[in-house]
């Protein structure tokens, strides 16, 4: 009877010290500063326009955002979708061929912004519209 008991006590302050743990970690991700990610998804063959998209969006990253790359607020991530690995980040997306998503984390949310068709249309023609609207995108999510 006693055994019982204290096995009791023991299974009790058990859970009590994984559910405190859990919560702690689920606080900390809440409460966890914005973070803005641009992922650009290609191919293993990439035309002009698709070079450019990948291209411009690092240069807008190093160029405005140094800062808080730096600090893990924001980053880039090339996604070739023809490797097993870019194919299950893209399946996750639905992107299927070059695409750019600028993705908002915040309070255990994820906000998916597909800007694929922006890229295609700015990236080559007019790069400056180009790097000002991710530009505009990404200060957008970060607030």
């Known amino acids: 009877m006693r055994r019982t008991i204290i096995i009791a006590i023991l299974a009790i302050f058990c859970f009590a010290g994984i559910s405190a743990a859990q919560n702690k970690r689920v606080?900390?991700?809440?409460?966890?500063?914005?973070?803005?990610?641009?992922?650009?998804?290609?191919?293993?063959?990439?035309?002009?326009?698709?070079?450019?998209?990948?291209?411009?969006?690092?240069e807008v990253l190093n160029s405005f955002f140094a800062a808080q790359v730096k600090k893990g607020q924001v980053k880039f991530r090339e996604i070739d979708i023809s490797t097993p690995e870019g194919e299950k980040i893209a399946d996750s997306?639905?992107?299927?061929?070059?695409?750019?998503?600028?993705?908002?984390?915040?309070n255990g949310k994820e906000i998916h912004n597909d800007m694929t068709s922006f890229g295609f249309q700015y990236a080559r023609s007019n790069t400056q519209a180009f790097k000002n609207g991710l530009r505009n995108k990404i200060t957008q999510l970060l607030k």
């Open 93 to 106: 997306y639905h992107v299927t061929w070059s695409s750019l998503y600028v993705t908002q984390l915040k």
């Open 27 to 58: 606080q900390k991700r809440l409460s966890s500063p914005t973070r803005v990610e641009v992922m650009y998804f290609h191919g293993k063959q990439r035309c002009p326009t698709c070079i450019a998209i990948g291209k411009y969006s690092q």
